[in-house]
């Protein structure tokens, strides 16, 4: 929804009672109400809110049975904190699109980095493929994209660069252009382990039943550490930039983008 009325009247201004419920404010920020429940969230992806909400790390004490239901992912732990009490809370990713997505007793792999938050009520696990999380059950959860998502069904080969993620099908495949691995280049790359970065040398395939979710970009979302306070004039805790907005020799965190790039050779 638009955040501007009439031409000319400014920005619409919100409080707690007109700012929507478990619903997007506009393409970027997404109103997560808590009435008493809990949601888990990504750090660094809270950017306002209303109310008394607490943030908990994930192995605390009374938070273990929460945890033991619907945690599973202990490479990403450290990248999460739960959500609780009462008010409304406020996500958002750097000024990519954010939308929310209803799985009903489904099964739907995304990509570390996007998943911004979710509910308990959906149980988290580390996918066997490196750098992506698997959502079981039913419940919402909220996750952001370099553009807006669009849905496809398999058989599909896709940019690795472009892959969201994917519901319930099987896990993708590498597949490598014939061409690509025949010719000159395969054979750089066979010698130098260069090259097999382009969507149209190399993609994933799907094959199945389901839905494969694309960004509308072949842009990876950004590299940053999450939790981390950037290093930013004006911000406290603050100062010299020191390369992507965080200092240097910040040690980074599993499950980040960069390290998909890594994994996946791209």
């Not at 929804?1 to 009439?6: A, E, I, L």
């Not at 979302?221 to 992507?244: F, K, L, N, R, W």
């Amino acid at each position: 929804m638009s955040t501007y009325g009439t031409p000319g009247a400014g920005p619409t201004v919100f409080d707690p009672a007109t700012l929507p419920s478990d619903d997007n404010v506009d393409h970027y920020t997404f109103c997560v109400e808590l009435k008493g429940t809990q949601w888990f969230m990504q750090k660094g992806k809270m950017i306002a809110y209303y109310g008394s909400i607490e943030f908990n790390g994930i192995g605390k004490g009374r938070l273990d049975r929460l945890v033991r239901t619907s945690f599973h992912s202990p490479l990403h732990a450290s990248d999460w904190v739960v959500a609780e009490g009462s008010g409304k809370m406020l996500l958002a990713d750097r000024a990519f699109d954010v939308n929310s997505y209803d799985l009903d007793d489904g099964n739907l792999t995304i990509r570390s980095g996007n998943l911004l938050a979710f509910q308990p009520t959906l149980s988290l696990k580390q996918s066997i493929v490196p750098g992506f999380l698997t959502l079981i059950g039913t419940g919402k959860f909220v996750a952001a994209s370099n553009g807006p998502v669009v849905f496809m069904e398999p058989p599909i080969r896709v940019d690795p660069q472009a892959l969201v993620g994917w519901a319930d099908c099987p896990s993708p495949c590498h597949h490598y252009d014939h061409g690509y691995m025949t010719g000159v280049m395969g054979g750089l790359r066979a010698l130098t382990g260069l090259g097999g970065a382009s969507g149209e040398e190399h993609q994933f395939e799907f094959v199945g039943a389901g839905t494969v979710l694309l960004q509308s970009s072949e842009t990876l979302m950004a590299e940053q550490a999450t939790g981390v306070t950037p290093q930013q004039p004006g911000v406290p805790g603050g100062g010299a930039s020191g390369g992507h907005g965080q200092p240097s020799g910040t040690p980074r965190l599993p499950g980040q983008l960069g390290d998909l790039q890594r994994r996946f050779g791209l």
